[in-house]
């Protein structure tokens, strides 16, 4: 355990948010634990108390409480992670070399942790280290229930480039699902705003998305604009559809707002696929029924991004997750018959 740290902002380091500096100069400190010790006044700049979002400027001074050593955490962390979890992490592995990781996410399984949350990617990073000092770290995420291509940095320049990249629309990205009936057209574009709906807890829990139409966005407050690419690849009838979907934008649960306004909502949603929709499933969440799986159909397939060392274009494609994968064996699909980019050329 180290003792209490006085430490002095250098021009380099001003600007950045509090949470993220200490993340730098203290890598083995979790961003949970920096917000509990926020909370409790126990970091304190220039005197006073802070948020972790805090941005710091020069000459600040920043009293740091004492903090667990590098090897007192990392035992207390692995010790949290069984066996199991450690393999099962690994076996995500589709990727990695010296600067990034890249997991294909099972469904279920969140990207961080929340008040109810618990076991997720982010305290699973420790299994991921692979002889690395720091723990790879998140640089964009996927809802709970989606599965799929997620991307780590295993250092902190690598951390700073995707975040940018990620953050300026630098890759793209292809999602699989299947949604409740047809579109029609069977490929075109939804460009419907979303804004979060009232009355949900302060750290997200329930958070909903409502669609605004784009006519009424720029005068809806809290509104933003968003689009999402959309392509009917096969169907089962008029029953359900295998759709490729390609977000534009990057809001929260914009491809699953959006397919529901559509009225075809994705398969096994239950937030945004509920008993007002027709689908002939059996009214809720959007489910089929039968054999098929009541877990949300919506599969992160492919990503492109440009690597943040070498530059060089790469694409990552994610097997489909097991109760997809069944539900495609049900209807009889077959993988190959979806393009690789189906949207090539669009934009």
């Not at 599965?147 to 629309?169: D, I, K, Q, W």
């Not at 934008?249 to 397919?259: D, E, F, N, S, V």
Request: with cysteine; glycine share 10%.
């Amino acid at each position: 355990m180290s003792g209490v740290q006085t430490l002095t902002i250098s021009e380099n380091d001003a600007g950045q948010r509090l949470d993220r500096w200490m993340r730098r100069v203290f890598p083995h400190v979790s961003q949970i634990q920096i917000e509990k010790i926020c909370r409790k006044g126990e970091i304190r700049v220039d005197g006073g108390r802070v948020k972790a979002s805090t941005r710091l400027e020069v000459g600040q001074s920043v009293r740091v409480p004492p903090l667990p050593d590098v090897a007192e955490l990392r035992a207390a962390t692995e010790s949290r992670i069984s066996p199991q979890d450690a393999a099962m992490i690994q076996r995500c592995v589709i990727y990695k070399d010296d600067h990034i990781l890249v997991l294909n996410k099972p469904a279920g399984l969140a990207s961080q942790g929340g008040s109810k949350t618990t076991r997720h990617i982010d305290q699973l990073s420790d299994a991921l280290r692979f002889g690395f000092e720091e723990k790879p770290r998140l640089v964009h995420r996927l809802d709970k229930d989606t599965s799929g291509v997620l991307v780590m940095a295993r250092n902190r320049p690598a951390a700073a480039a995707l975040t940018a990249a990620f953050r300026h629309h630098g890759t793209r990205k292809i999602y699989w699902a299947i949604v409740a009936g047809v579109p029609s057209p069977r490929q075109g574009t939804i460009k419907y705003g979303l804004m979060k709906a009232p009355g949900h807890g302060k750290s997200g829990e329930g958070e909903k998305m409502i669609c605004i139409h784009p006519a009424k966005v720029d005068q809806t407050p809290g509104a933003q604009r968003a689009a999402s690419d959309y392509a009917v690849v096969q169907t089962a009838g008029s029953r359900c559809a295998w759709v490729a979907l390609e977000p534009l934008t990057g809001r929260t649960h914009q491809l699953r707002a959006h397919m529901a306004e559509m009225g075809h909502p994705i398969i096994g949603d239950g937030k945004y696929g509920g008993s007002s929709q027709e689908n002939l499933g059996d009214g809720w969440g959007a489910q089929l029924g039968g054999d098929i799986s009541r877990k949300m159909h919506l599969h992160a397939r492919r990503l492109m991004i440009q690597h943040p060392v070498t530059k060089k274009m790469l694409s990552f494609t994610a097997p489909l997750s097991e109760h997809m994968q069944r539900t495609w064996d049900t209807f009889g699909w077959d993988l190959d018959l979806a393009d690789e980019d189906p949207f090539e050329g669009r934009h």
